[in-house]
């Protein structure tokens, strides 16, 4: 079996794993590096969701988007940093330490995927893979200047992928163009039964960088308050950019806008209180001291082996579910992601995709952010697109402050075809 | 408001261990998200979230799993083809 030999300068601390010689073979990706998020089971190779809880963990088994990358013959190069189980918009989070930003290494490179766009933008590897729960693949593309698919709920096997919040998450692709990102998200989406929400779709698409015609909305809520009106400027200036070529410009509402972190945070605290339990030191990891009493015992083990954000969200996410209060949060959470998902079918109606920025600002400094709603405030812009389940790309489209800045297309439910396609439109214009 | 004793008790339904000094800390943290939360209130209805649903229930035949050898791989306490846990009581 041919090798692909591996030593990068890993400067920004992508990766947290790294194989100095990685198997290739024939196929679609033959003798491509590719990096995987440290939180999708790659079978032999240590997978740590960057948490001390998972010290030592081998998986005994390949995800199914890990399968399909060694049967189309890619080299998995190794696994890359993140924010502790995906909780995080910055790779802060990380029992790792950070990584940064390849743009300005005083700055984050977003998060949770932080480590993938990292390794992906300094050019170690050609693609890798994300993870996006409420933005964690478009937040890194869009602050480290790459190409990032969320694609839709559905279309890609999270057979694997160790849960965070499942109702939310979706694997998928990132690279330094669109053609990249097509090209692997053909190679992801393909049905998988032990996935119980795979869905048979295969995306077999050639990007066509055509709009004439096509509708885009524009939400007045993605312009709005708390978004840097530097970053509003240069996103507007690429949506006219589309216009240019052919495309309509629809402006429109979101009214569920009001609601939709809320019912985000609300959700994803409450499926992680309940995922992480399996995280007792029995089964993985550092163990628990079997000599003492159960919850004595446990308690030591996830106090020790969790950093700080993951025992809020799952302090947060188990009073949310807790009696005397499931009314009041999780009901009306879902409730609200209902509106927000009308609020994506009624406008789909007239327009063709909607798009804004994909983040309210440029990455942020380094230890900037230290209080969590602050920090929780920044996902505004991507968590519409994981309540609908609908796809998101972030692509490229400019600079603020010498920083990246992200255009965010979200599209209708499995047409992640056409969001390929008005990035494409956007890239190509641009290099014309 | 919610107060030190009721995070204390959260911590401990979540078996996620607390410490008396990270008391002050959390609390501030979770009265302030659950403030931000408080917009809930003017979400009209409880309806549950709409999925579009297919059935995935398949026949119930054996199939190749883990060898139980690897599955037993990662613990550290292992007895007779068992996971060692603490006691319940």
Redesign the interface.
């Given at each position: 079996m041919p090798a692909v030999t591996f030593s990068p300068d890993d400067r920004y601390n992508a990766f947290i794993t790294t194989l100095d010689q990685a198997e290739t073979g024939p196929g679609r990706l033959s003798g491509i590096a590719v990096a995987v998020k440290d939180n999708i089971s790659t079978r032999g190779i240590r997978t740590t969701c960057a948490s001390r809880i998972l010290d030592g963990y081998i998986p005994p088994y390949d995800a199914h988007v890990v399968t399909l990358l060694r049967q189309e013959g890619a080299a998995i190069v190794g696994k890359t940093n993140m924010d502790e189980f995906g909780m995080g918009t910055t790779t802060e989070n990380s029992a790792y330490g950070p990584t940064l930003n390849p743009s300005d290494p005083s700055r984050v490179p977003g998060g949770s995927s932080g480590g993938s766009a990292a390794a992906v933008a300094s050019g170690m590897v050609r693609m890798a893979l994300g993870t996006d729960t409420g933005g964690s693949i478009r937040c890194p593309a869009s602050f480290c200047g790459i190409v990032g698919l969320k694609p839709t709920y559905g279309r890609v096997s999270r057979y694997g992928l160790i849960a965070y919040a499942n109702s939310l998450e979706q694997i998928g692709p990132m690279a330094q163009n669109v053609e990249d990102v097509s090209l692997l998200m053909e190679v992801l989406s393909t049905h998988d039964p032990r996935d119980s929400t795979s869905i048979s779709c295969p995306y077999r698409h050639t990007p066509d960088p055509t709009v004439t015609g096509l509708k885009i909305g524009v939400p007045e809520e993605f312009f709005g308050e708390g978004v840097d009106p530097r970053v509003a400027a240069v996103v507007w200036e690429a949506i006219s950019r589309l216009e240019g070529e052919g495309a309509e410009i629809v402006t429109c509402r979101m009214p569920s806008m009001v609601f939709a972190l809320a019912a985000y945070y609300v959700t994803c605290t409450s499926e992680a209180s309940s995922n992480l339990a399996r995280f007792d030191g029995v089964r993985y990891g550092p163990p628990a001291d079997t000599k003492r009493p159960w919850h004595e015992s446990f308690q030591e083990r996830r106090r020790e082996g969790f950093g700080t954000e993951v025992r809020r969200r799952i302090m947060l996410g188990t009073f949310a579910l807790s009696s005397g209060y499931y009314g009041k949060y999780y009901a009306k959470a879902q409730a609200a992601r209902q509106q927000v998902r009308n609020d994506f079918v009624r406008l789909f109606r007239t327009v063709d995709v909607i798009a804004g920025p994909t983040m309210p600002t440029v990455a942020f400094r380094l230890g900037e952010k230290t209080d969590p709603l602050s920090m929780y405030l920044s996902d505004i812009l991507t968590v519409p697109a994981n309540l609908a389940g609908v796809p998101a790309i972030s692509v490229p489209c400019g600079t603020s402050e010498g920083l990246p800045v992200g255009l965010q297309v979200m599209g209708q439910w499995f047409r992640d075809e056409k969001v390929i396609d008005v990035a494409a439109a956007y890239e190509q214009g641009v290099s014309a | 408001m919610?107060e030190e004793k009721d995070?204390e008790h959260?911590?401990?339904?979540?078996?996620?261990?607390?410490?008396k000094e990270e008391l002050p800390g959390?609390t501030g943290?979770?009265n302030?998200?659950?403030d931000?939360?408080d917009?809930?209130?003017?979400?009209?209805?409880?309806?549950?979230?709409?999925h579009e649903r297919?059935n995935?229930f398949?026949e119930d035949e054996i199939e190749p799993s883990?060898p139980q050898d690897?599955?037993l791989?990662?613990?550290?306490?292992a007895e007779d083809g068992f996971?060692?846990?603490?006691?319940?009581?």
């Open positions: - | 919610i995070v959260i911590a401990m339904l979540a078996d996620i261990g607390i410490t959390f943290q979770f302030e998200i659950l931000y939360f917009i809930l209130d003017q979400v009209e209805g409880t309806g549950s979230f709409e297919a995935v398949r883990l690897d599955v791989a990662n613990t550290r306490d996971f060692r846990a603490p006691r319940v009581m």
